[in-house]
């Protein structure tokens, strides 16, 4: 598939809102025994538990910035906006919930949701240094033209992780570090990309 049209009706067809994406993970954890299988999928299963609340804390905390509602609201014509993820994402949960506040701003933002994994072929059209990584925003005009792509993270984030991964550190430690980092933040960098895309 390499027509942005044909993905845009794809996505406005088969792609699910937030709230639905976060009644599936609801539905999901209150089924966990039952999914639990091996330690990998354990693992993926207490990701998703945490990144349930880290998601709950900032749909109850955020609020927009006068500037980003600002350009927001400038937004005159429908627009799509893509969001490639998973529930046992870690930066998914730190980052989609503020874009999702932000999309709420304007009735012409269309805010849908598809899962990684099962439309492979789809996130290949936007890999990360030739990899996978999630989330991926990507904003589509009516016609299906493409008007910016965001993530995995933000620029000041995957300066950090690339920083800690050369200086030795594990995948445990620097995600620690990562996620009191956005703590820190509280979308405020999020927010400052996402003026830059809209300018």
Known sequence: MN?????LKRIKLSG??????????????????LLRKNDFENKLLEYTKLNQKRTERILK????NDEIIKAISKIDKKQTWLIITEDWCGDSAQNV??????TKLNKNIDFKI???????????????NGGRAIPKIIGFDEEGNEVFQWGPRPETAKLLVKEWKES????????????????????????????????
């Open 97 to 102: 919930p503020y874009i999702f506040q932000m």
């Open 3 to 7: 027509n942005s049209i044909e993905l």
């Open 168 to 199: 030795g550190l594990a995948y445990s430690e620097f995600s620690e570090k990562l996620h009191l980092w956005y703590g820190k933040d509280r979308g405020k960098t999020v927010e400052a990309e996402f003026l830059a895309l809209l300018k």
């Open 61 to 64: 905390t955020y609020k927009p």
């Open 16 to 33: 699910i809102s937030f709230g639905e994406f976060i009644k599936n993970t609801d539905l999901k954890l209150s089924n966990i025994d």
């Open 114 to 128: 598809i899962y990684r994994d099962e439309n492979l072929d789809v996130i290949d059209q936007y890999l990360t």
